[in-house]
């Protein structure tokens, strides 16, 4: 069955897709403010047949009730937790993701990290920009080559995170909900039993409510005093207040952050931490990487009106 109508941008979205979208499609952007987009949804609401949106563009249950002819979201990210799924689906609403083709530059933003914070590349960049090599050698540090990684979400990204692991020397173990009967890798059963067998923690978990502050101050204080985070999920899976305290009082030895709770808000005492690297969510964002998410975006979109189909459907549509 084609679909024909209008299709809703909800910012915030690349200007690349805003405008991709636009030349394709009858497009309108959301308002942001309450009252602009109130009017804008009772002179609209019902013209609109699909929304493009990224990881960062809420599409909650009141929005897609005001929009009673929307069938398909088509969300530029393989993360969704922007999305309320369940009033999605209530509403047979076709939901589409970009699965896969982000791997490999979000794989290698955690070495980036990993590597940044264990070899101290930011600290030491500022050392000699500051002049304090000529008064003496920077300190040693430690190594990620040989160092016992755990992996929490060994799902796409996350093996794609340990086979760059495995080319460092790096014992990789991890914590999924459900242990994976073909991977080289220990299982363990729970995210502090995880921690506590590792030097360095990968967090590469889905967000939402399933979750939240999975990485909390047990898990924290089970990584220990010499123990390195890296978050490239998503800032709601670690409890931050707790990431922050364990960071200051020494109980957690550093940390290498892509995603924060409040983007692109930063706890500021994070920002005066030298066993801190603080990147600003930018782990797929390399030209190659999005063009092929907006590309996956823009066939979703395409296929759905076409004929109903998704090309990369989330998986609560195929249960
Ligand atoms: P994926 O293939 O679905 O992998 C997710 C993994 O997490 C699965 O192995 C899953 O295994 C595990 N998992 C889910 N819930 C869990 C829980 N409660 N406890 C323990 N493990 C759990 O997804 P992906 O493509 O690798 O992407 C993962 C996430 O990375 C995205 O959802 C997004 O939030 C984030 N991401 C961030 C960036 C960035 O720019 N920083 C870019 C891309 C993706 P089980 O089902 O067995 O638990
Ligand atoms: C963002 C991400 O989508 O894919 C995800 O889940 O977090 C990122 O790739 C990207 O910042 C564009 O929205």
Redesign the pocket.
Known sequence: MTHTGTVLRVPPISPQLHDAVGERYAALDLPAAPAARAAFLAEHGADIVGIVCS?VSPVDADLIAALPRLGVIANH?????NIDIPAALDRGIAVS?T??V??D??AE?ALALLLAVRRQVVAADRFVRDGRWLDGSFPLTDQVAGSRVGI?????????VATRLEAFGCTVS???????ADVPYDYAAS?VELAAGVDSLVA?????A??AA?IDGEVLDALGPTGVLI????GS?VDEPALVAALRDGRLGGAGL??YADEPRVPAELTTMDNVVL?P?????THPTRAAMRALTLDNLASWLADGTLRTPI?ELAQ
């Open positions: 990881n990210g393989v993360g969704y937790d993701n699965p896969d982000l791997d530059a979000v933003t929490l979400g060994l799902g796409r990204i996350g093996q794609a991890y914590h999924n909900r459900h242990r994976l995210p590469v978990v889905p967000g939402g399933g979750t999975l978050n490239i999920a998503r899976v892509d995603v990147l969510h930018l782990a797929s964002g998986p």
